[in-house]
């Protein structure tokens, strides 16, 4: 399987920050990693598809980059409601899998 | 509304049994691939399986493959994971989800959750 890493696990910032959270893949997964945003007690919510593709009604401060094996998603001015846990997921090879998640904590 | 509803959770002893459901609404059941999805308390999410659009074809994780048995009723848009042969490693929040197309997709509508707790 994919082993799929995100780095931090946990990252502490601030109303209007810029914050950069990364994905690595074991193997080239081409651009197919999608960015999930989960909030506690929530259910996933997609936020990326495809690499860079906003999913439709998500906010335009979020966008992600990458291909092959290193990816980002960036959020350019962090609001309150940003404040949850990040997954990455890679959909080039059965099965999926998932990143550890990274949690966006207030600082 | 585009919706998917769980339920089905329970509380399980090691060796037992439970029946998932997920109810869908808003959208063309039967054209889509859905799957589900686990989260242990705390931890990540973990891919459990797929079903095809028809049906015909599944798909399971290592960890499930053997125990766990989905299925589909198109005729009442609802989703069904069947668990047997449960360990406290199962233990977890159970989500269905859609897929935006195909097997390979991400996971565009999620459903809620139900919890699952194996414990003796």
């Known amino acids: 399987d994919v082993q799929m890493t995100q780095s931090p696990s946990t990252l502490s910032a601030s109303v209007g920050d810029r914050v950069t959270i990364t994905c690595r893949a074991s193997e080239s997964i081409s651009g197919w990693l999608a960015w999930y945003q989960q909030k506690p007690g929530k259910a996933p919510k997609l936020l990326i598809y495809?690499?860079?593709s906003l999913q439709s009604g998500v906010p335009s401060r979020f966008s992600g980059s990458g291909f092959g094996t290193e990816f980002t998603l960036t959020i350019t001015s962090l609001q309150p409601d940003d404040f949850a846990t990040y997954f990455c997921q890679q959909s080039n090879t059965f099965p999926p899998t998932f990143g550890g998640g990274t949690k966006v904590e207030i600082k | 509304e585009v919706q998917l509803m769980e339920s089905g959770g329970d509380l399980a002893q090691p060796g037992g049994s439970l029946r998932l459901s997920c109810v869908a609404s808003?959208?063309?059941?039967?054209?889509?691939?859905m799957s589900w999805v686990r989260q242990a308390p705390g931890k990540g999410l973990e891919w459990v399986s797929t079903?095809?659009?028809?049906?015909?074809?599944?798909y399971y994780a290592k960890s499930a493959k053997g125990r766990f048995t989905v299925s589909r009723d198109d005729s009442k848009n609802t989703l069904f994971l069947e668990m047997n042969s449960l360990r406290a490693g199962d233990t977890a929040v159970y989500y269905c989800?859609?897929?935006?197309?195909?097997?390979?997709?991400?996971?565009?509508?999620w459903g809620q959750g139900t919890m699952v707790t194996v414990s003796s």
């Open positions: 079903i095809g659009a028809t049906g015909e074809n599944t």
């Open positions: 808003g959208f063309s059941f039967d054209t889509f691939v």
């Open positions: 989800a859609k897929t935006v197309s195909t097997v390979n997709d991400p996971f565009d509508i």
């Open positions: 495809e690499a860079s």
